[in-house]
């Protein structure tokens, strides 16, 4: 069993930044894409940033293009997503997801794909 668990979740004024991190202990991390995903009250849970088991391959939910950051860092065995310039719809449970599953864009992009996920975290960003 693959224990995946997020932190870094709070609250922030508009504007501002938050880092992610999930946490994959175990000698299985570094074969294991990584996605984040978000739910937001009434709505339905959607990708927001995936990295490859190898770090060579990121993909980012258009919303968060350009102010998001996905990466690896193999000697904590976790991946953090590093939040800027974060708006009010940001606000969400944020929930990690790790699997063994091809590089592919689209397969990051599914959550369908992933086999181990967090419990999530919390981000709320007020204006």
């Known amino acids: 069993q693959v224990h995946v668990v997020e932190s870094g979740g709070g609250l922030v004024q508009a504007g501002g930044s938050l880092r992610l991190s999930c946490t994959v202990p175990?000698?299985?991390?570094?074969?294991?894409?990584v996605g984040w995903f978000r739910r937001s009250p009434g709505k339905e849970r959607e990708f927001v940033a995936a990295?490859?088991?190898?770090?060579?391959?990121?993909s980012y939910a258009d919303s968060v293009k350009g102010r998001f950051t996905i990466s690896r860092d193999r000697s904590k065995m976790a991946v953090n997503l590093q939040m800027n310039s974060l708006k009010p719809e940001d606000t969400a449970s944020y929930f990690c997801a790790a699997g063994d599953l091809s590089a592919h864009t689209r397969m990051l992009r599914s959550s369908s794909r992933y086999d181990y996920w967090g419990q999530g975290t919390q981000i709320a960003a007020s204006l």
């Open positions: 175990g000698s299985t991390f570094s074969s294991l894409s």
């Open positions: 990295i490859s088991w190898s770090g060579q391959v990121t």
